[in-house]
T-cell receptor, first 115, second 116 residues
Framework: DSGVTQTPKHLITATGQRVTLRCSPR?????VYWYQQSLDQGLQFLIH???????AKGNILERFSAQQFPDLHSELNLSSLELGDSALYFC??????????????FGPGTRLLVL | AQKITQTQPGMFVQEKEAVTLDCTYD???????LFWYKQPSSGEMIFLIYQGSYDQQNATEGRYSLNFQKARKSANLVISASQLGDSAMYFC?????????????FGSGTRLLVRP
C-alpha cells in the first residue's frame, strides 16, 4: 500500500458525460501528479500540482481539468467524454515539488470505461 | 526530447532464476533519475527501485538491483531468485524536468512471466 488513495476504483459512464476522479496523496506529500494509461498511448503525464498550484501540464486535453485543494487532495475532472477517454487514471504523490531524489508513489488507479 | 526504450515486450523466466529486463534512455540533461515500477494484473503501480544519474554505485533493493551503465545510457533491472509473484508488467521511467516539475516518462513496458 503506497498510502495514496483514489476513488472511485471503477467508473462506467456514457459518451458526453462528465466525471470527477479524486486523489488523496500520502500524508505530508505536497505534490500530486496525474497520469493516464491507455492501450494505445501507454502511460502519459497529464498534470502536476504542488501545494495547490499548477506546476506543469502534459498531454492533457482541454476537456480535462484538475485542481488541488487546501487539504492537498486533488480532483481530475473529465468532461464531454469520448470512447477514447477510456483508460486507467493514476494519481501519484511526492513529498516536495519534484526534487532530484524524489520518488513518485502511485495510487491504485481509477479505471474509466466510456460506453 | 527525453525518451525511454524497453525492447522486450515479453519475457519468461524459470522460478528461482535471475532475469534482466532491459531499459535504455536518452537525455541531454546531466541530472536525471531512473525508476522501475511493477504493475501486477490488479493494475496498481508499485515503486521498485531508483537510480540517480550521479550515483556512483548501482542501486539495490532486496532482490532487485539496477545495472546502471551511464556511458551506454542503460538502466537494466535485475531480479534475482524469481518468484511466481514477480509475474507482472515492469516499467522503466525517467524523471524529466528541471525546476518546476519532474514528470515521469515511461517506457512501453516488459511483461514478465515466471514459470513454476
Amino acid at each position: 500500500d503506497s498510502g495514496v488513495t483514489q476513488t472511485p476504483k471503477h467508473l462506467i459512464t456514457a459518451t458526453g458525460q462528465r466525471v470527477t476522479l479524486r486523489c488523496s496523496p500520502r500524508s505530508g506529500d505536497l505534490s500530486v501528479y496525474w497520469y493516464q494509461q491507455s492501450l494505445d498511448q501507454g502511460l502519459q503525464f497529464l498534470i502536476h500540482y504542488y501545494n495547490g498550484e499548477e506546476r506543469a501540464k502534459g498531454n492533457i486535453l482541454e476537456r480535462f481539468s484538475a485542481q488541488q485543494f487546501p487539504d492537498l487532495h486533488s480532483e481530475l475532472n473529465l468532461s464531454s467524454l469520448e470512447l477514447g477517454d477510456s483508460a486507467l487514471y493514476f494519481c501519484a504523490s511526492s513529498p516536495q515539488g519534484g526534487g532530484s531524489q524524489e520518488t513518485q508513489y502511485f495510487g491504485p488507479g481509477t479505471r474509466l470505461l466510456v460506453l | 526530447a527525453q525518451k525511454i526504450t524497453q525492447t522486450q515486450p515479453g519475457m519468461f523466466v524459470q522460478e528461482k532464476e535471475a532475469v534482466t529486463l532491459d531499459c535504455t534512455y536518452d537525455t541531454s540533461d546531466p541530472s536525471y533519475g531512473l525508476f522501475w515500477y511493477k504493475q501486477p494484473s490488479s493494475g496498481e503501480m508499485i515503486f521498485l527501485i531508483y537510480q540517480g544519474s550521479y550515483d556512483q554505485q548501482n542501486a539495490t533493493e532486496g532482490r532487485y538491483s539496477l545495472n546502471f551503465q551511464k556511458a551506454r545510457k542503460s538502466a537494466n533491472l535485475v531480479i534475482s531468485a524469481s518468484q511466481l509473484g514477480d509475474s507482472a508488467m515492469y516499467f522503466c521511467a525517467m524523471r524529466e524536468g528541471m525546476g518546476s516539475s519532474y514528470k515521469l516518462i515511461f517506457g512501453s513496458g516488459t511483461r514478465l512471466l515466471v514459470r513454476p
